[in-house]
């Protein structure tokens, strides 16, 4: 249930090995900052995977709710009721991110309420606030071309300070896989997993491209 706008030509198999790569090596790419806890939330039925999956790597929380909004949700709830008050989410198909990015996240939060992430299709891969706004997701639509327009305006209409990182792009369809191909080829220490299942599977990956595109 991963990835399903690739599931065009790529197996279903397929698919979920890349997701495990690219889940990886985002963890990895998180544990890099330092003085930060990494943890991965997700929904009650996949908690006993996906910790078997991470091992001891990261500690694994569940989420309250279905669905990615209700994920984000927990996400603030939980943590900012322990007393942190710089989270930062983001997805977990990102290892093409420079921890850079990170870092300038926490560092835009240290003076905003929200700090946020925008992909160049209109959505976002990253999202931070130093407190719980149970309204900021209602509603959410991710997945669309209108959610960053969406949480900013509910930002707004909750009076908070706003922040935006550079924007980016995450792995939603093929041509995301031929443009990280051509970056991790480059530099392939960058996300070793994703780079190693790339260079296997990327010839498959380019059968994906809408024909229309190159008219």
Not at 114 to 142: C, Q
Not at 180 to 186: G, S
Request: charged share 20%; aromatic share 6%; hydrophobic share 45%.
């Amino acid at each position: 249930m991963v990835k399903t706008r690739l599931n065009q030509s790529l197996s279903s198999s397929a698919i979920t090995a890349l997701y495990c790569c690219l889940l990886q090596d985002t963890v990895a790419l998180a544990k890099s900052l330092h003085g930060v806890e990494v943890a991965a939330m997700c929904p009650e039925s996949d908690k006993d995977e996906l910790a078997h999956f991470l091992g001891d790597s990261v500690r694994v929380v569940t989420q309250q709710g279905k669905g990615l909004a209700a994920g984000l949700t927990s996400v603030f709830a939980h943590f900012t009721a322990t007393g942190r008050q710089h989270v930062i989410a983001f997805n977990s198909d990102s290892p093409h991110l420079a921890p850079s990015v990170l870092d300038n996240a926490f560092e835009i939060l240290a003076t905003h309420d929200v700090v946020i992430g925008p992909t160049h299709d209109g959505g976002y891969y990253l999202v931070g606030a130093k407190a719980a706004h149970p309204s900021l997701f209602e509603g959410d639509g991710m997945g669309t071309r209108s959610a960053l327009e969406k949480l900013l305006a509910r930002a707004q209409d909750l009076e908070l300070s706003t922040g935006l990182t550079e924007s980016f792009y995450d792995i939603d369809v093929a041509d995301d896989l031929i443009r990280l191909a051509r970056e991790l080829r480059l530099a392939p220490a960058r996300a070793p997993r994703t780079a190693s299942w790339l260079a296997e599977w990327i010839p498959a990956v380019a059968q994906l491209r809408d024909p229309m595109e190159e008219l």
